[in-house]
T-cell receptor, first 114, second 110 residues
């Protein structure tokens, strides 16, 4: 089991560029989420999915899109990168909802927007 | 006001010491609570869930006080390997929506 994998590990973008952060899990988890972590802010939920074909917004969704075409994959798209999106992005999955299940996090993507 | 508040630390303690972290949450609808551990430049990992009755896992004890909306983590006999940031987390409603505190940094020294 690889668990939750994320690519790339590091990325530098110029303002206005778009890109997709990849996330995959091999645990057959229904629930997947994207968080960003900034100094002094803690992890904040961007988007989440409760199953293939179903996504919803979290706390800070602006500037990001997601889709969930398969159980395994949950990519995060930055539409037009801004310096405010410089952050560490974590993807997570869990076997259930209700906030009662352990979240398994990927290793993170460190994104810098110049 | 942040929904989950923690003292950022750092807490610098000698090996073998007992250290306690506190956390408060503001959303009275929060139903589940956790402590996650995050090593430097790594992903968070679940340390333990927190139950109303309190729970213990080896050297770690977690307590929840719903009336005061307060969560604690006690680490006994600290080891160098306990050095990390400890994240207090609350969960509400469906769909694994978790709210993370900013974390408390612990540094255990010889």
């Amino acid at each position: 089991n690889a668990g939750v994998t994320q690519t790339p590990k590091f990325q530098v973008l110029k303002t206005g560029q778009s890109m997709t952060l990849q996330c995959a899990q091999d645990m057959n988890h229904e629930y997947m989420s994207w968080y960003r972590q900034d100094p002094g802010m803690g992890l904040r939920l961007i988007h989440y999915s409760v199953g293939a074909g179903i996504t919803d917004q979290g706390e800070v969704p602006n500037g990001y899109n997601v889709s969930r075409s398969t159980t395994e994959d949950f990519p995060l798209r930055l539409l037009s990168a801004a310096p405010s999106q410089t952050s560490v992005y974590f993807c997570a999955s869990s076997s259930g909802g209700g906030g009662s299940y352990e979240q398994y996090f990927g290793p993170g993507t460190r994104l810098t927007v110049t | 006001r942040k929904e989950v508040e923690q003292d950022p630390g750092p807490f610098n303690v000698p090996e073998g010491a007992t250290v306690a972290f506190n956390c408060t949450y503001s959303n009275s609808a929060s139903q589940s609570f956790f402590w996650y551990r995050q090593d430097c430049r790594k992903e968070p990992k679940l340390l333990m869930s927190v139950y109303s009755s309190g729970n213990e896992d080896g050297r770690f004890t977690a307590q929840l006080n719903r009336a005061s909306q307060y969560i604690s983590l006690l680490i006994r006999d600290s080891k160098l390997s306990d050095s990390a940031t400890y994240l207090c987390v609350s969960g509400t409603g469906t769909a694994s929506k978790l709210t993370f505190g900013t974390g408390t940094r612990l540094q255990v020294t010889l």
